[in-house]
C-alpha cells in the first residue's frame, strides 16, 4: 500500500469515528428533551423550569443518570395536588 491509501483509510476512519460520537451526543439529546416534556405533561412553565436545571446540571458534569433523577424529582414535587 502507499502512503496515498494509508492516509485515505486514516482520515475515513477518523471521521466515522467523529461522526457516530456527534450521531450518539444528538441522539442522547434528543431522549433528554423527550424526558422532559413526557414530565412535564403539557405544562409549558413546568418544561421551561426543567430545561433551565438540565442545562445547569449539564453545565455542573454531572451524569445523565443523576440528571434524570433530579429532573424526576423536580417535576414530581411540582405536580397539581389532586
Do not use: C, N
Request: avoid cysteine.
Amino acid at each position: 500500500m502507499d502512503t496515498l491509501s494509508i492516509t485515505i483509510i486514516v482520515i475515513s476512519v477518523v471521521l466515522a469515528i467523529a461522526f457516530k460520537w456527534v450521531l450518539f451526543r444528538k441522539i442522547q439529546r434528543w431522549m433528554d428533551q423527550d424526558l422532559i416534556k413526557q414530565l412535564a405533561a403539557g405544562q409549558l412553565e413546568l418544561e421551561t423550569l426543567l430545561t433551565h436545571h438540565y442545562e445547569e446540571l449539564r453545565r455542573q458534569g454531572m451524569k445523565r443518570r443523576h440528571i434524570h433523577e433530579k429532573l424526576q424529582t423536580l417535576a414530581h414535587k411540582h405536580e397539581p395536588r389532586a
